[in-house]
């Protein structure tokens, strides 16, 4: 540990000792200063990080963790922000919160530092999906909105997300300007006044409209009352809409797992609870296996992302990753259109760089354009506001996110499993499984497989990690993957594209983004970018092949190739 550190910590430490603070937070600091090392340094070396969409981290006394006073800070900042900007001081703000623990005990500290500053803040009553943050804004004619919320995060974390009025998060310059207010406000500054008279309580009238919407977005009935579904909420937010908007649209068999319905931000039954993790939807699999089910869905803590796995015909069910379900979300609602005679001729699909390319392959085949995106929702979401003379249709990521329509402006979890559910139930009525429905789709567009590995550096010392990772990467990229040439790479970061053949280069034309990728001459990829919101580096592999006689013994081999790509990279 280098003086310096610990000086900026002790520094940071002593304010939190004076009147400004609360009198056990100035117990917990003063504490910590007597005991000194790692103790005092992790909390205070350090302000938390407000990104771009906002900040995210471990709950605790510092200015380096989520509590009431570095989000009173951020609050401050983002509502002179807002005021300024919008040029009137009468703004509107929604808040939301979801099952985490202290989320409705800071939301209500958010509500009031708004109300304070003179915003309009409706508040929902109780724990809401992230999604239903998104529709509300723009239902309510809010100005921005805030969710409290670590998403997939371990249960020790919480944070902070802001959307502006368009549903979407922030995007330039509006999160460059929060950034830039936030920085510049001092605790000192914050107005804890609140005044309740501009805090108004949100029900159920909004849920209605929410889930009335979803269920609006159905294409077909189709098998739905024969569909036999498992759902966990992983004690999430997703128990208040998911079951209701299933029953709203038609599905009449829903086993809910019990034993994680009632939200509780302990997680108790799951080390993690991110759908994305096998092991979190192990007791909804055991669950359907035990009852012959047909599907079972699972939603992270805030109701963003889902996962799924489906029967395999044989009483065994199989988890897909979020490329797979995309895929089939996308190929689902584009063909059912085009039976339906209603695919609009406007229509366009949108899907992230480091999404699989399926997505744009099964676009193109229906006449249909895929935009691509950085890596986030709010880049969808982006994509929608800058085309409003063409209609989005249904876009994701790898992440397990997607969204359909645009009446959200963020990856909805909720809407995504009343179309997966439909997806299923109509593959079921014409006698295939979902994963014979997949089988289909790789047979007509090429057998993509991907896999996705997050590498945790966790503390100050591990960003320097991920940096100089990247860093080597940049310098040093691979020349072949598997045998197989690099002969294209993008660094999004300067947002070029390079041929390696002919050295040309050219724009990506998309914003600067700390991602790298590599296109071999087989046509696979790789692509490397730290996580926004975790201490994390990622590593996204996507490889491609035409089926063979078997597609279980295709995957195999695209799956060998992916062990082969990770084996050259020293992963």
Known sequence: MSADVLSIATENAKLWTSDLFDSETRAAAQSMLDTGGDILVEPFYKDLDFGTGGMRGIMGVG???????????????LAAYAQQSIGRKDLKAAIAFDSRNNSKAFACKVAEVLSANGIHTYLFEDLRPTPELSFSVRELGCDFGIVLTAS????????????????GQLIPPHDKGVIEEVRATRFKDIRWDANEALIETVGRDLDEKYTDMIAGLSLSNAGKTDLNIVFTALHG??????????????????????????????????????PEESDALAMAVAQAEATGADLVIGCDPDTDRVGIAANDGMGKMQLLNGNDTAALLVHYILNTYKENGTLPSNGFTAATIVTTDLIADISAAYSVPCYRCLTGFKWIADIINRKPEEKFLVGGEESYGY???DAVRDKDAVASTVMIAEMAANAKAQGRTVLQQLEAIHREFGQYQERLISITKKGRTGAQEITDMMTTL?????????????????????????????????STELPASNVLQFITEAGDKVSARPSGTEPKIKFYFSVRAITGDSHAATKTELERKIDTFVEELNL
Do not use: C, M
């Open 403 to 405: 969204l359909i329509g």
């Open 152 to 167: 997939h995060n371990p249960k020790e974390y919480n944070g902070y997300k802001v959307y502006w009025n368009d549903g």
């Open 63 to 77: 200015t380096n963790r989520i509590n009431p006073y570095t989000l009173g800070l951020a609050t401050q900042g």
């Open 237 to 274: 937010t997703s128990i208040i809409s998911v079951p209701p908007a299933l029953a709203k649209a038609g599905f009449t068999n829903v086993q809910l797992v019990e034993a994680q319905s009632t939200p509780n931000g302990n997680f108790p039954t799951v080390a993690s609870p991110n």
């Open 474 to 506: 940049r310098n040093d990229p691979p020349k072949t993957l598997a045998g197989s040439p690099v002969v294209i790479a993008i660094d999004h970061s300067n947002s070029t594209q390079t041929d390696l053949r002919s050295g040309a280069t050219s």
